[in-house]
């Protein structure tokens, strides 16, 4: 990108979100994309609703309307709503089969 922004474009050639991004990942399985901007990170979906914005310093997993955050190394579960639903307290958390696995290592 020229100007160092990014946005979305699907296949066949329709702007998703214009290039106003400093990053954007998305996220495969869902219609939601990790972004960075000047005011830090956001989780936004294809209709540039905000779904988690800032307090975080990473997006780990996005599981259907699960989002695993990360802060200060530590992980947490919030939905696609922002509400927490694991607190952020764990050094590891791992999804399998629908389950969250946590753990601490001291």
Do not use: C, M, W
């Amino acid at each position: 990108s020229i100007s160092n922004k990014y946005g979305v474009v699907s296949g066949t050639g329709k702007e998703i979100f214009a290039s106003i991004y400093n990053e954007v990942k998305h996220v495969y399985g869902n219609n939601l994309y990790v972004v960075r901007d000047d005011a830090g990170l956001k989780v936004i979906n294809n209709s540039l609703n905000v779904v988690k914005d800032g307090g975080f310093d990473n997006i780990t997993e996005i599981n259907g309307e699960y989002i695993t955050i990360e802060i200060n190394g530590l992980k947490g579960v919030v939905n696609s709503d922002g509400i927490e639903l694991i607190p952020t307290q764990y050094e590891d958390l791992k999804i399998e089969n629908n389950y969250y696995y946590i753990s601490n290592f001291f």
